[in-house]
């Protein structure tokens, strides 16, 4: 059940799964992938750095099954990459389904030419330290919110929303529930004329 699970959130819009949760877990929109096409669905393996520190996050790396998301918690830090494309490069060979950085990375055309999805605040051309500082799979804030090991990260060119472990069910059912209304309103309205301004007028007059 859990991967089937996260099949049906893989093809869920984040801005769905946002509905379902009261807008109370998206992260800031100034985390974005750093290709629109790039869509992730697993669950956090979190990583608190001091900025622009990265020794934990290869730990956190070794912990990770294949399916699961490196979440790090970098402070914001733009000053200093926490990876480039090696190391996001072995993220993709075991099997990771994605990286989502409140700081930075460099190597930005190799990364992009990986493939890999990369949710990122931003870019920049300074090498990380090497200091060793840092916890893996602890209670993070990333992008604003708080993120558990477990919890599921969902996001794509809308932005990354987060789903708490013990919500995740009551969360997809709502999101589904939502996507089904929304594509029966727009199936109600395509391309008549008529119909649109009835339902301008019905929401108008509310």
Do not use: W
Not at 25 to 37: G, I, T
Not at 47 to 65: C, E, H, I
Not at 66 to 93: E, N, R, W
Not at 154 to 169: F, L
Request: net charge negative.
């Amino acid at each position: 059940m859990p991967d089937e699970l996260i099949a049906h959130y893989s093809t869920t819009p984040s801005t769905a799964v946002s509905d379902a949760t009261g807008g109370l877990n998206n992260m800031e929109p100034e985390l974005k992938p750093l290709r629109e096409e790039y869509r992730i669905a697993g669950r956090a393996v979190t990583v608190k750095l001091p900025g622009g520190d990265n020794p934990a996050m290869l730990r956190a790396m070794r912990t990770a099954s294949p399916g699961d998301v490196l979440v790090v918690d970098a402070k914001g830090d733009l000053t200093k990459a926490v990876a480039g494309d090696f190391v996001v490069g072995m993220m993709q060979t075991l099997g990771l389904a994605g990286l989502v950085v409140d700081g930075a990375i460099r190597d930005v055309r190799d990364i992009k030419a990986l493939g890999f999805p990369v949710f990122v605040r931003g870019t920049t051309v300074a090498a990380s330290s090497k200091t060793g500082a840092g916890e893996v799979n602890v209670p993070i804030s990333c992008g604003g919110v708080t993120v558990r090991p477990g919890d599921l990260i969902i996001g794509d060119a809308d932005g990354v929303t987060v789903v708490p472990r013990e919500q995740e069910q009551e969360v997809l059912q709502k999101a589904l529930s939502k996507l089904e209304k929304d594509e029966a309103r727009e199936r109600e309205v395509a391309g008549d004329i008529d119909a649109v301004r009835r339902y301008l007028d019905k929401v108008s007059s509310k």
